[in-house]
C-alpha cells in the first residue's frame, strides 16, 4: 500500500501513520479472506469426496455394513435388501446376532470379538438368515472400526457366496459319485 505524490514532500509523519495503520487493518483482511477461500475450497473437496464414497458404498454388489460393540448394526448400504429381502432400515440398531445361523454363531462371535480388539481377521464364512426364513451363505471380511486411534466398532464386506457353495457341493457329490462308480466297479475302467 502506497501513495504517491507528484510534489516532493507532499506526505508527512502524520500520513505516513495513517497509511501504516490502515495498512495494519487491511492485512488481516486480505489474509482471512484467503483462509476463507482454502476453507471454502477443502469443504467442497471433502463434499466431493464424501459424494464418490457414498456412490461407491451404495452401488456395491456386496454388503458393506458397520456394527458397533453391543452388536448392534450401525450401517448398511442398499443391496443388503437385495440379498435378505429386509430393508435396511429395519435392522439398524438391532444386533446382528439374530440374523446369524445359530450354529455359525460361536465362530461368527468370536471374529466380531478379535476384531473388536483391533485383530486382523481372516475372511470367514457364516449362514444368514433371509426374510423368508432361508438362509444364504456369506464370505465375510471384517476389521476393527477406527475412529482417532481407538477401536469404535467393526466394518466390513459380506458376500453372498451361496450359489458358489451349492456348485461346489454339486461337484463334491459327483466327483464322489463317480468315484464310487468307478472303485465298486468289478470291470476294467480307462481312459484312451
Not at 456386496?62 to 458397533?68: F, M, P, R, S
Amino acid at each position: 500500500l502506497s501513495l504517491r505524490s507528484q510534489q516532493i514532500g507532499a506526505y508527512g509523519a502524520r500520513e505516513q501513520a495513517i497509511l501504516e495503520r490502515l495498512a495494519n487493518q487491511i492485512a488481516p483482511a486480505v489474509e482471512n479472506a484467503d483462509l476463507y477461500d482454502q476453507a471454502r475450497r477443502a469443504e467442497a473437496a471433502l463434499r466431493e469426496s464424501e459424494h464418490r464414497y457414498r456412490e461407491l458404498v451404495e452401488r456395491a454388489k456386496d454388503v458393506i455394513y458397520t456394527v458397533a460393540p453391543d452388536s448392534a448394526i450401525t450401517s448398511l448400504n442398499p443391496i443388503f435388501e437385495t440379498f435378505t429381502g429386509w430393508p435396511c432400515e429395519e435392522w439398524i440398531g438391532k444386533s446382528f446376532v439374530s440374523l446369524i445361523h445359530p450354529d455359525d454363531l460361536p465362530s461368527a462371535m468370536e471374529s466380531f470379538r478379535r476384531s473388536l480388539q483391533g485383530e486382523a481377521v481372516s475372511p470367514y464364512e457364516h449362514r444368514v438368515l433371509t426374510k423368508s426364513g432361508e438362509y444364504l451363505t456369506a464370505e465375510i471380511l471384517a476389521a476393527p472400526l477406527l475412529q482417532d486411534g481407538q477401536v469404535v466398532g467393526v466394518s466390513g464386506i459380506a458376500r453372498d457366496i451361496t450359489e458358489r457353495k451349492r456348485t461346489e457341493e454339486a461337484l463334491r457329490a459327483s466327483e464322489e459319485k463317480y468315484r464310487t462308480l468307478f472303485e465298486q466297479s468289478r470291470d476294467a475302467i480307462f481312459i484312451a
